[in-house]
């Protein structure tokens, strides 16, 4: 019986307009633009004003993704959006708040990966499709910690900003998604948390004023994390997939500081122009870094029908996750109509 794939066929992205520079938030904590950049490589990146919700970016992104895909949201159903930075603390969920934003008439639901919530999001729609469960699914990732990183905190303030990213997938008899490899190892939670706000401990003005309701990091620990687990899942990915590294077209790594980007270029062997990197403008978006990225790469006129493209991330949890997608989408200039 041949198999059904889960193929790319649409993509789209979106950012919110305010710029927050380094220049910006050299006055906000005591850190310079020389600093941020040489540890991360981060110059700028945005942030959504006191009007917008994670749900706004999210449909934005879907918007485009849907019609670079040539579909309307009737053709949606099924719609899974990777967030850890939820409109709501419990509920209503964040996909709830797009499918109506969209007028999707499909089920909706949200995954926690944190920074891998992309990819985890990305192997529920593609095993949905490969199932027979569903012919057409929408897949975002989407994060404002922004509203959540302590800008007293100089170590985590200057990594993240906001954003979207939404794929769209449908049923396919050539290739697509050809493999995804999911990790999480919880003995390493408390390297990357808010520690407030939760069942375990609920704000309390105490909290509060200690700053447990902001995002914690132990930053070194996460960096080495990140170096380990990026390589090994690619390789997995890859190899589950009947590839090896030197197909890959693309390398596309959560986009969480240029140094981990090297580093993982290195121990990959992979040339540095195959190592797809825009965390110098956007910084760290969380579970939009990914789709971002891809967008950014598609709508650039770089990604080829038949290019093979890895997508790898890892977070908080802490989780990781490598997807590896036979591109089949023609350039923007004939398939998609980005704004
Ligand atoms: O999506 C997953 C999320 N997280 C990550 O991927 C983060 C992974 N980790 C990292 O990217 C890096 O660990 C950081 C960029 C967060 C930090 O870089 P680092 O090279 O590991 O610096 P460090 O934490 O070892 O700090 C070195 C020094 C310290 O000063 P002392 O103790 O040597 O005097 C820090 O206090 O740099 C200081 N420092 C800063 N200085 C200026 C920390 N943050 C800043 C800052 N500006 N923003």
Redesign the pocket.
Known sequence: MTRRNAAIIGVGSYLPERVLSNAD?ERM????DE??VS??GIRERRMGDESMATSDLAARAAERAIRSAGLSPSDIDLLVVGTSSPDHALFPSTACLVQAKLGLGCAAFDVNA??TGFVYALQVGASAIESLRAETVLVIGADMLTRHVDFKD???????GDGAGAVVLRAAVEPGVESIVLGSDGTGADL?KVPAGGTAAPCTVERINERQQYVQ???????KF?VRVIPKATVQALTASGHSVEDLAWLIP?Q??Q??LNTVEERLGIDHDRVFSNVEKVG?T?AA?IPLALDDLYTSGRLQPGDLVALVG???GLTWGAAVVRWTMTGPEQGGLPE
């Open positions: 938030l904590v005591e850190t310079n600093w941020i540890r991360t944190a920074c100089r170590s985590t303030c200057i990594l993240f990357l990091m132990q930053g070194n620990d996460v960096f990140a959560h969480a500081n140094r981990i760290n969380s870094s890892f977070g908080a």
